[in-house]
């Protein structure tokens, strides 16, 4: 019987190259629910939508009434759905917090209720432990799933998105607990690649390379971060799905991600010599408020459960990114945007 499978948050980066993936690898019909807030009915979009086993739903998953159209039955269920980027952080906090935890509350009661044959996935972040490290000076790096989860900073907007993800783990833990649902949680660490939006690291380091912008600045520049290619990370979390050593109580949590720690000023130059260019001079910036000085996920334990591994070398990946972002600029982005967000 042909597999249905519900991924939230669908038009967004994460959601339409898993869709894509699981059109090229499964027969399944998928279900894509967005709301349009934050992903695109783009070209791209619009071109995975004329595939006869692709169903898109504008819903707004914060209103419980649109539950009442997502019908249930769905095999694998991807929970994307959130408010992401770090710009938004500062700008809308309270939305944040509304928006993300909202989501959850109600996507997991109507999961338990319509749905609980079926398995779930929950992406959570890399940030919900980034205060670890800048509050005690000790996160272990690289840093396993089983770390304290600490809000560094309550007052700090960027600590909201952070906030949301930590509480969205506790509800699939104790939800999948209580109601005996199988499930399991990633944090993904840094996905890169086409169509990933233009207020992230790598979109603008190659927007700003694209328009050739003289001084060129680097917020950030000794930060360091471990990169994962989008195509790898889309069947790290099918393989997860799939497997049934995931299927089991309580769920696990696991990252998504490589075992190579970046400096911020390296990937700017990694990106220089993609785009064949280098600009004379460099403006080295403090990262914004808030943001940690290492990031590195110990990625053993995907590897242990379902032999995964990232296949897509950093090089390959800014090449096939910087590429996109040169042919696609968005309007809205100038070469004198004031920050690069890590």
Same mark, same amino acid.
């Given at each position: 019987m042909r597999q249905k499978i519900l991924i939230t948050g669908g038009a967004g980066f994460i959601g339409y190259h898993l869709a894509r993936y699981l059109l090229g690898t499964t027969t399944a019909k998928i279900v894509l629910v967005d709301n349009l807030f934050r992903g695109r009915m783009d070209g791209a979009l619009k071109e995975l939508l004329k595939n006869h086993r692709v169903t898109f739903l504008n819903l707004d998953l914060t209103d419980a009434r649109a539950y009442l159209r997502l019908g249930s039955g769905y095999d694998h269920v991807y929970h994307l759905a959130a408010v992401n980027g770090t710009g938004i952080f500062y700008d809308m906090p309270h939305e944040v917090m509304r928006i993300n935890t909202a989501t959850v509350l109600y996507f997991l009661e109507w999961f338990r209720k319509k749905n609980s044959c079926g398995k779930i996935l929950f992406t959570s972040s %890399?940030? #919900? +432990?980034?205060?670890?490290?800048?509050?005690?000076?000790?996160?272990?790096?690289? =840093?396993?799933? %089983?770390?304290?989860?600490?809000?560094?900073? &309550? +007052? %700090?907007?960027?600590? =909201? +998105?952070?906030? &949301?993800? #930590?509480?969205g783990e506790l509800f699939m833990i104790h939800c999948a607990q209580m109601y005996k649902f199988r499930g399991v949680i990633v944090r993904p660490h840094n996905f890169y690649g086409p169509r990933a939006g233009y207020n992230h690291v790598i979109p603008e380091l190659s927007l700003r390379i694209a328009a050739r912008v003289e001084p060129f600045p680097i917020y950030g520049a000794t930060d360091t971060r471990s990169f994962c290619y989008i195509d790898d990370a889309v069947r790290a979390m099918v393989l997860l799905m799939e497997s049934t050593k995931t299927d089991g109580l309580p769920i696990e949590t696991v990252h998504i991600g490589v075992n190579e720690e970046t400096p911020i000023r390296d990937l700017a130059e990694k990106l220089f010599e993609v785009a064949g260019w280098k600009p004379k001079k460099l403006q080295i910036h403090d990262a914004p408020q808030g943001s940690v000085a290492r990031r590195l996920g110990d990625v053993q334990k995907i590897k242990n459960l379902v032999g995964w591994v990232g296949e897509v070398s950093l090089h390959e990946g800014l090449k096939r990114t910087y590429e996109w972002y040169a042919e696609h600029p968005d309007t809205a982005m100038k070469g004198e945007k004031i920050k690069v967000f890590v």
């Open positions: %890399n940030e #919900a +432990y980034a205060g670890g490290l800048s509050s005690f000076g000790q996160l272990p790096i690289p =840093t396993p799933e %089983n770390v304290p989860l600490v809000i560094a900073d &309550t +007052y %700090n907007p960027r600590w =909201t +998105y952070a906030g &949301t993800k #930590a509480l």
